[in-house]
Structure formats: structure tokens, C-alpha cells
């Protein structure tokens, strides 16, 4: 066997063949022939060298650490080594000093460096073992940073949700310094902006059960701390050490050590200037770093939001409040011999005041002007109409006491205010001036402008209608006015009403009026009752008719005579009379 024929030996099948040129036309090596046994098969191709381990495992996110049964250090990868540079090959890994590393923690974190480290173990053969090092500083910074987040929006959720309601100062005040604690502080005070020279001032303080105390206090403006002063202008005190020693000073920090404290004061903004001032205050263990800070400011522009809604309705309220009495009616004055009684509901009943309206002034002869009226509209105009109407008859019946003409001087100027204002606005009433008698009886004489007819109680039970009428009151320039006097003997009443009475709409379907025959009826039988008896009667059956349902304003007003035996008591606005002699008939 040649050279050549070594060359082309085939080992796949351990046949040799020969060059195409020197073969022979056919083939000749039916027997297989084995090459010689001192001739080895050529080497297969190996391919490029393996690569190194330390290369390969330098770009792993994690760290490796392989150890064999003994704990000994066999294999540290470059990750591992910059991570953990106390641990060291050929050395017991437990000796490296990296407590993590000796006991896993619960979740396989621990810091190290300022680092935070996960670490896992594996088992590999031959009892060796291989520890994964990861830094997650960054990942858990993140989620650290988004739950503190997500803690911070609830917070704020929640603040924006207990300060929607209080409508009052002081208790949205009382609300803010109870949402700071524990959560910004184990103190917390809150002064409001001062008033007439007295600033309030509320307190909550951590307890040991969680549950914040609060209480509350007034100091003089000019003995509020500087720091406090500053925040009420709208700064921020920077300077800590005066900060605690003026909150320790008014008697802010129960206990808390002045020596181991961090304070912070924040204004609460407000419309123009602040409406308060924050301080908040907490053991130097959480010292309030940027973040608390941003936060603290946060709440306190919410919380300064919340007062500022409630002191401006505050102030909206004792206005309307103020306005509102100015424009309730008046009970009617005291007279000699006359029980009165009064009945007033509103159509808005949330407003307090409408259109109707009644009461009475006192004359030099010892008489009354009395009244009763009605004017167009409903709610706050027809009640600012109301209170004009008021004014011009305060006013009048000092220069006439004549019923028809004071009803005519105050159509003229009703005219007039009307037309200076376009308004176009008018009233129905009945005015009358009282006059006790001898006998204990009263002398009425009545003047109507548009309105509905008076009724008499007469002390045998009989419902009289006094037949007076007339024309509206502000709407021409000569009205014609109608004129009536009426008797009253001791114990007979006159009673004098609003449309809102005999209009009622109630009954089965809610669309019956109630009507001037219903009310003869319910009058029928109480003759006896004192007046402010008769008036609520008068409203309440009314009421019962509406059964809750929308109703114009109603007003009563009963004037009945006491009779000389009478000892009226004060709430009924009488006094004594002369003895009765003789009982006059209409």
C-alpha cells in the first residue's frame, strides 16, 4: 500500500480507493483492507480554544462567589469582587466579615458600602455551593421612592376628603391639627390670623394610644411667638434653634425635649394673606428633611385652602345672618289692653325671610299703628322689598296716624322707589291703628290696600268677615283706599292673615287651595284662645293641609282684647286694663 493509498483511505468505511489517474478501469478492492495498525486516523478539526470563565462572567448582572464543601473560596467573578471586596479566593467565605453573606437575611437584602446587596445561594455537586450577588440599590431606591409616593397622594387624599366639610373655623381648624399627628408630627399647632388683636390657636399632641388630644387657646397678638408672626406674613423661619426655644417658651411641646426636637413652621396660604401659620415639631430621631418639608407645605396648602373656605363663609354667614334679622319681622309692641299673637313662615324656608310681613308702632295717645302685608315675589327680593316697605312705615306714621292717609303716604312712596329702581314691584295690607277703651275693649280702624278681609272672633263663637277692601299699594299714583272701624269687646279677637293661608294647596290630590271657607271652620270654636294660641292654629292647620308641600309665605297676625281683669303675662305683650262697663257693638 502506497503513500497514495494511505491518503485516500475512507475511515467511514474502511475501504481504500486510489487516484482517478492511476486507478485501474475496474475496481479491484471487492475486500475491505484494514490500514496498518502503526498508522493512527488523522485528528478531527477542534474549532477556536473555549473561552475563559472570568470573561464570560465579567458581564453577568450578578456577582458569583463559588465555594467548595468546606466553604473555602474557589471562584470569585469580577462583579463579586467589586461588590464584596472583604471576600478573597482561597479563604473561608465566612471569615470575610460581610454579615450578609454569613446569615441571609429574611428576603436575601442587606446594605453594605451604602449599597443595598440581594444575595441567593445554589447548591452545585460535589456539596459545592455558588452565592449570586446582585446590587439593587437603584430598585429598591425606586420603589422605595414610588410607595413613599403613593403614601404621600393617600395622605393628601385623605386630607382633601376630612377638610371638604367644616364650614366653621374652628372646627376645620380642630381638623387640621388632628390630620398632622401622627403623620407630619407629634406636635402640631395651628394659630389663625389674629381678629380685633386676638389670635386662636389649636393644638393636637401624639397620646400613647395614637389618638392625637387637641385643645385650644387665645393669645394677645402682640404676645404671639416671632417665628409665628413671620409665617402669618407669609415667610418661613429658617433659623431652628430660636424656633424651638419661642414653641417651648408658650407652652407648645409637651413632651418633647427642647434639646432633641426639629421644628418647622409653614404660613397657610389664604386669600390675600395667609390664614395661618403650621408648626409642626417631632423628636431629632426624624429630623424633617427635604421631602418632609415639600410635604408639610403641601398639607398646609390644603389645610389653608380649607380655612380660608370656611372664614369666608363665616363672614358671608354673620352678614346674612345680619341681614336676615333686619329683615325678619318685628313682634309688635307692647299696648295697654292688647294680647298679641304672630304666626310667620317663609316660602324658602332655608332663608328665613319672604315677603310677608306684619308688626306695629306705638302712638303718643297710647294707640298702636298695626299691619299686616304682602308683596309681590317670593326669597330674598321680595324680602329686601319687605324691609323697605318697613323703613317708609317707621318712618311715616310719625307725621300721620290716619290709616287711609298713611296708607296713601306710603303708596307714594313706594311709587317712587319702585320707579328709581325698575323694579315694579307692589304690596296688599291691611293697616289699622288700635285704641284700648275704658271698658277694656278695643276701637280698630282699619284702612286695606289690596289685601284680604280681616276676620273678628266674637265671644258668642260667631267668625264675622269685616267687609274692607281697596286697592294695591304701589302701583298708581291716587289708590282707591277702602275704610272700616271695628269694635272689639273684652275677649274678642281680630285676625289678620296673608294669602299664603287661604292659597295653600294640599288636600287628597295636592292641588285643593285651602281656602277661606276651611278657615271659618278651623276658627270655629276658638273664641277663647289667647292670641299667640289662635296665630300658631291659624299656621298649623295650614301646614296639615300642604302636607309638607311647597307653599307661598305665611303670616298671621290675632290682636285680641285682654279684658280689665286681666294680668297678662310678659311673653304675651299686654298689661292691665281699666274695668269693662259697658260692651259696645260694631
Given at each position: 500500500?502506497?503513500?497514495?493509498?494511505?491518503?485516500?483511505?475512507?475511515?467511514?468505511?474502511?475501504?481504500?480507493?486510489?487516484?482517478?489517474?492511476?486507478?485501474?478501469?475496474?475496481?479491484?478492492?471487492?475486500?475491505?483492507?484494514?490500514?496498518?495498525?502503526?498508522?493512527?486516523?488523522?485528528?478531527?478539526?477542534?474549532?477556536?480554544?473555549?473561552?475563559?470563565?472570568?470573561?464570560?462572567?465579567?458581564?453577568?448582572?450578578?456577582?458569583?462567589?463559588?465555594?467548595?464543601?468546606?466553604?473555602?473560596?474557589?471562584?470569585?467573578?469580577?462583579?463579586?469582587?467589586?461588590?464584596?471586596?472583604?471576600?478573597?479566593?482561597?479563604?473561608?467565605?465566612?471569615?470575610?466579615?460581610?454579615?450578609?453573606?454569613?446569615?441571609?437575611?429574611?428576603?436575601?437584602?442587606?446594605?453594605?458600602?451604602?449599597?443595598?446587596?440581594?444575595?441567593?445561594?445554589?447548591?452545585?455537586?460535589?456539596?459545592?455551593?455558588?452565592?449570586?450577588?446582585?446590587?439593587?440599590?437603584?430598585?429598591?431606591?425606586?420603589?422605595?421612592?414610588?410607595?413613599?409616593?403613593?403614601?404621600?397622594?393617600?395622605?393628601?387624599?385623605?386630607?382633601?376628603?376630612?377638610?371638604?366639610?367644616?364650614?366653621?373655623?374652628?372646627?376645620?381648624?380642630?381638623?387640621?391639627?388632628?390630620?398632622?399627628?401622627?403623620?407630619?408630627?407629634?406636635?402640631?399647632?395651628?394659630?389663625?390670623?389674629?381678629?380685633?388683636?386676638?389670635?386662636?390657636?389649636?393644638?393636637?399632641?401624639?397620646?400613647?394610644?395614637?389618638?392625637?388630644?387637641?385643645?385650644?387657646?387665645?393669645?394677645?397678638?402682640?404676645?404671639?411667638?416671632?417665628?409665628?408672626?413671620?409665617?402669618?406674613?407669609?415667610?418661613?423661619?429658617?433659623?431652628?434653634?430660636?424656633?424651638?426655644?419661642?414653641?417651648?417658651?408658650?407652652?407648645?411641646?409637651?413632651?418633647?425635649?427642647?434639646?432633641?426636637?426639629?421644628?418647622?413652621?409653614?404660613?397657610?396660604?389664604?386669600?390675600?394673606?395667609?390664614?395661618?401659620?403650621?408648626?409642626?415639631?417631632?423628636?431629632?430621631?426624624?429630623?424633617?428633611?427635604?421631602?418632609?418639608?415639600?410635604?408639610?407645605?403641601?398639607?398646609?396648602?390644603?389645610?389653608?385652602?380649607?380655612?380660608?373656605?370656611?372664614?369666608?363663609?363665616?363672614?358671608?354667614?354673620?352678614?346674612?345672618?345680619?341681614?336676615?334679622?333686619?329683615?325678619?319681622?318685628?313682634?309688635?309692641?307692647?299696648?295697654?289692653?292688647?294680647?298679641?299673637?304672630?304666626?310667620?313662615?317663609?316660602?324658602?324656608?332655608?332663608?328665613?325671610?319672604?315677603?310677608?310681613?306684619?308688626?306695629?308702632?306705638?302712638?303718643?295717645?297710647?294707640?298702636?299703628?298695626?299691619?299686616?302685608?304682602?308683596?309681590?315675589?317670593?326669597?330674598?327680593?321680595?324680602?329686601?322689598?319687605?324691609?323697605?316697605?318697613?323703613?317708609?312705615?317707621?318712618?311715616?306714621?310719625?307725621?300721620?296716624?290716619?290709616?287711609?292717609?298713611?296708607?296713601?303716604?306710603?303708596?307714594?312712596?313706594?311709587?317712587?322707589?319702585?320707579?328709581?329702581?325698575?323694579?315694579?314691584?307692589?304690596?296688599?295690607?291691611?293697616?289699622?291703628?288700635?285704641?284700648?277703651?275704658?271698658?277694656?275693649?278695643?276701637?280698630?280702624?282699619?284702612?286695606?290696600?289690596?289685601?284680604?278681609?280681616?276676620?273678628?272672633?266674637?265671644?258668642?263663637?260667631?267668625?264675622?268677615?269685616?267687609?274692607?277692601r281697596g286697592m294695591l299699594i304701589g302701583v298708581v299714583p291716587d289708590p282707591r283706599i277702602g275704610e272700616v272701624t271695628v269694635e272689639l269687646a273684652p275677649g274678642?279677637?281680630?285676625?289678620?292673615?296673608?294669602?299664603?293661608?287661604?292659597?295653600?294647596?294640599?288636600?287628597?290630590?295636592?292641588?285643593?287651595?285651602?281656602?277661606?271657607?276651611?278657615?271659618?271652620?278651623?276658627?270655629?270654636?276658638?273664641?277663647?284662645?289667647?292670641?299667640?294660641?289662635?296665630?300658631?292654629?291659624?299656621?298649623?292647620?295650614?301646614?296639615?293641609?300642604?302636607?309638607?308641600?311647597?307653599?307661598d309665605d305665611i303670616a298671621v297676625l290675632a290682636l285680641r282684647a285682654t279684658g280689665p281683669q286681666s294680668r297678662p303675662a310678659r311673653h304675651l305683650h299686654a298689661?292691665?286694663?281699666?274695668?269693662?262697663?259697658?260692651?259696645?257693638?260694631?
Amino acid at each position: 500500500m502506497t503513500a497514495a493509498d494511505v491518503r485516500d483511505w475512507d475511515p467511514g468505511d474502511g475501504r481504500i480507493s486510489t487516484p482517478s489517474a492511476a486507478r485501474a478501469p475496474v475496481w479491484s478492492a471487492d475486500v475491505p483492507v484494514r490500514p496498518p495498525a502503526a498508522l493512527p486516523p488523522l485528528a478531527p478539526d477542534r474549532g477556536p480554544p473555549a473561552p475563559d470563565w472570568a470573561e464570560v462572567v465579567e458581564h453577568f448582572r450578578e456577582g458569583l462567589i463559588v465555594c467548595d464543601a468546606d466553604g473555602v473560596v474557589r471562584q470569585l467573578s469580577p462583579v463579586a469582587e467589586r461588590l464584596l471586596p472583604e471576600v478573597t479566593v482561597g479563604e473561608l467565605l465566612a471569615a470575610s466579615g460581610v454579615a450578609g453573606l454569613r446569615t441571609p437575611p429574611v428576603g436575601g437584602e442587606f446594605g453594605h458600602r451604602g449599597r443595598r446587596l440581594r444575595v441567593r445561594e445554589v447548591p452545585l455537586s460535589a456539596a459545592r455551593s455558588c452565592h449570586y450577588v446582585e446590587d439593587v440599590t437603584e430598585s429598591v431606591t425606586r420603589a422605595d421612592a414610588l410607595l413613599a409616593e403613593r403614601a404621600r397622594s393617600a395622605f393628601l387624599a385623605v386630607v382633601g376628603e376630612k377638610l371638604g366639610n367644616p364650614l366653621h373655623p374652628d372646627r376645620a381648624a380642630a381638623a387640621v391639627v388632628r390630620l398632622a399627628v401622627p403623620a407630619l408630627a407629634e406636635v402640631a399647632v395651628l394659630v389663625l390670623a389674629p381678629r380685633s388683636g386676638r389670635a386662636r390657636w389649636w393644638r393636637a399632641a401624639r397620646t400613647d394610644d395614637e389618638t392625637p388630644s387637641v385643645d385650644s387657646g387665645v393669645l394677645d397678638a402682640v404676645d404671639l411667638p416671632a417665628a409665628i408672626d413671620e409665617g402669618l406674613a407669609g415667610g418661613e423661619p429658617h433659623t431652628l434653634d430660636w424656633l424651638v426655644e419661642q414653641a417651648v417658651e408658650a407652652g407648645w411641646l409637651p413632651g418633647l425635649d427642647a434639646v432633641d426636637v426639629s421644628v418647622r413652621v409653614v404660613p397657610l396660604p389664604g386669600r390675600d394673606l395667609p390664614a395661618g401659620a403650621l408648626l409642626v415639631a417631632r423628636r431629632s430621631a426624624r429630623y424633617y428633611d427635604e421631602a418632609d418639608v415639600d410635604l408639610v407645605r403641601a398639607f398646609a396648602a390644603r389645610a389653608g385652602a380649607a380655612l380660608t373656605t370656611a372664614v369666608l363663609y363665616r363672614d358671608q354667614a354673620e352678614v346674612a345672618d345680619t341681614l336676615q334679622a333686619s329683615l325678619l319681622p318685628v313682634e309688635p309692641a307692647e299696648v295697654p289692653g292688647v294680647q298679641w299673637g304672630t304666626a310667620y313662615r317663609p316660602a324658602q324656608a332655608g332663608l328665613r325671610i319672604g315677603g310677608d310681613f306684619y308688626g306695629s308702632h306705638r302712638l303718643p295717645d297710647g294707640g298702636a299703628v298695626f299691619f299686616l302685608g304682602d308683596v309681590s315675589g317670593k326669597g330674598v327680593e321680595a324680602a329686601v322689598f319687605t324691609g323697605q316697605l318697613r323703613q317708609c312705615l317707621q318712618a311715616l306714621h310719625r307725621v300721620e296716624s290716619h290709616p287711609a292717609r298713611l296708607l296713601r303716604l306710603l303708596n307714594d312712596a313706594l311709587l317712587e322707589t319702585t320707579l328709581a329702581h325698575g323694579q315694579g314691584r307692589f304690596a296688599t295690607m291691611v293697616l289699622g291703628v288700635v285704641r284700648p277703651r275704658r271698658d277694656g275693649g278695643l276701637t280698630l280702624a282699619m284702612s286695606g290696600g289690596g289685601h284680604l278681609p280681616p276676620l273678628v272672633l266674637r265671644s258668642s263663637g260667631e267668625v264675622e268677615t269685616v267687609a274692607l277692601r281697596g286697592m294695591l299699594i304701589g302701583v298708581v299714583p291716587d289708590p282707591r283706599i277702602g275704610e272700616v272701624t271695628v269694635e272689639l269687646a273684652p275677649g274678642e279677637t281680630c285676625l289678620l292673615y296673608s294669602d299664603g293661608v287661604t292659597e295653600a294647596r294640599g288636600g287628597r290630590r295636592g292641588d285643593e287651595q285651602f281656602g277661606a271657607d276651611r278657615l271659618l271652620h278651623a276658627l270655629g270654636g276658638c273664641h277663647r284662645m289667647p292670641a299667640p294660641a289662635l296665630a300658631e292654629r291659624v299656621e298649623q292647620v295650614t301646614c296639615d293641609w300642604l302636607a309638607h308641600g311647597d307653599h307661598d309665605d305665611i303670616a298671621v297676625l290675632a290682636l285680641r282684647a285682654t279684658g280689665p281683669q286681666s294680668r297678662p303675662a310678659r311673653h304675651l305683650h299686654a298689661v292691665p286694663t281699666l274695668p269693662e262697663t259697658t260692651r259696645p257693638r260694631p
